[in-house]
């Protein structure tokens, strides 16, 4: 699997504020994560590409950038940037396409304003004012990676403690890596508190493999009679884990292989079987933990035995687009009897191929001959 977008993003910003030198392999070369290499660059730190996925970036104190910082499609660049930058004296501009111009920033904005920040507007576009912030203590009603990445960035130049406490864990990306650029770091069940020592110096990262790329082989592997498949180089961190949970409770056939550690994460080897699976119930709390994967597990939902109801959906509203009514159109299009309630998603499986998986499999067979 190519890198990780999360941990991509944030090697690129941790290496842009650290003092010294960073090397970064494995790095995710998508658009999003180019929006922060540009980002990164433009706020003062240099950055240059020395082979694929190899990165090389010089932290510095970041500067106001000469233009408005435009972040594209990437929620994770507009906010971890937010946090960040609010912590220099300076002042930014962020942009972005339409749709993350129409996405929810004040869950970051509102937090960096009580730490000092001054901001204009709350929406893309939108411009902050940085420097001179003082501590929080967070309550983070959301279980967001994002507002809890934003907040320890600016607290790594704050005065006074700094500490978040969520409703669930979310992914601890930010964390493990701050730690891994020499910064204290404190993880207390569902409170995460920066340290005394909160300098960053540049350091060597690798990117470990994104599972949430790696979701979609695995499902295809599950559906496509007779697949027998190997998905090399997936990060199997717990925090990230949820749709393999979910897989194997509705019966995938899922051997982890060669598991190792890669740029301090757990890694494997996934060798995935066609596997006949049945529908099930996914609770609400294991939302954080596959936030990105709902799309694909509503596809194996759709080739399962029964009914797979799948709870405390509604961060999939605020995302790119409205994934949940997103899912529920695309599977209703294949002839896939699908609805929303409330903040959950049911797919009725008949545990056979959905009309249009069978219509495909017809073309594609005459298409052979
Ligand atoms: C991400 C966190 C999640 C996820 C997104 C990436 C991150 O968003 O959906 O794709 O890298 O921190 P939220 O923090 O809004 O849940």
């Not at 902050?128 to 320890?152: D, P, W, Y």
């Not at 669930?168 to 005394?196: K, W």
């Not at 056939?253 to 006949?276: F, H």
Request: charged share 20%; glycine share 12%.
């Amino acid at each position: 699997m190519p890198g990780d977008k999360s941990m991509s993003h944030r090697a690129l910003i941790l290496g842009g504020m650290a003092d010294g030198v960073t090397r970064i392999r494995g790095l995710l070369e998508g658009d999003d994560v180019l929006r922060t290499a540009v980002a990164v660059g433009a706020l003062g730190a240099g950055t240059e590409r020395v082979g694929p996925g190899e990165w090389i970036v010089r932290g510095a104190k970041w500067q106001s950038p000469a233009a408005p910082i435009d972040c594209g499609n990437s929620g994770t660049a507009a906010r971890l940037l937010m946090g960040a930058v609010a912590g220099f004296p300076i002042s930014a501009t962020f942009t972005g396409d339409a749709s993350l111009s129409s996405r929810p920033m004040e869950r970051v904005l509102g937090p960096l304003r009580s730490m000092g920040a001054r901001t204009e507007g709350s929406t893309l576009p939108l411009t902050i004012h940085g420097g001179g912030l003082t501590g929080i203590r967070f309550m983070n009603e959301k279980a967001s990676a994002q507002v809890k990445s934003a907040i320890l960035l600016a607290g790594l130049r704050a005065d006074g403690e700094v500490d978040v406490i969520e409703p669930a864990p979310s992914r601890d990306h930010t964390e493990n890596m701050l730690r891994q650029f020499g910064c204290e770091v404190v993880t207390e069940r569902s409170r995460i508190a920066l340290g005394q020592h909160r300098s960053l110096i540049g350091t060597d990262v690798t990117i470990a493999g994104d599972p949430s790329s790696a979701a979609f082989p695995i499902v295809a592997a599950l559906i496509v009679p007779g697949s027998q498949v190997t998905v090399r180089n997936v990060m199997l961190n717990p925090l990230r884990a949820g749709l393999l949970i979910t897989l194997r409770e509705m019966g995938a056939g899922i051997q982890v292989k060669n598991e190792r550690i890669e740029g301090g994460e757990p890694v494997a080897d996934l060798a995935v079987a066609t596997s006949s699976l049945s529908g099930v119930e996914v609770p609400a709390h294991r939302a954080p933990s596959m936030i990105d994967e709902y799309p694909i597990l509503a596809v194996a939902a759709a080739f399962a035995e029964g009914r797979t109801v799948m709870h405390g959906l509604a961060e999939l509203r605020v995302k790119e687009s409205d994934r949940l009514a997103a899912i529920v159109a695309g599977l209703l299009e294949c002839g896939v009897e699908a609805r929303e309630e409330g903040d959950s998603l049911i797919v009725e499986g008949r545990g056979a191929p959905p009309r249009a998986a069978v219509t495909y499999r017809l073309i594609t067979i005459i298409a052979s001959r």
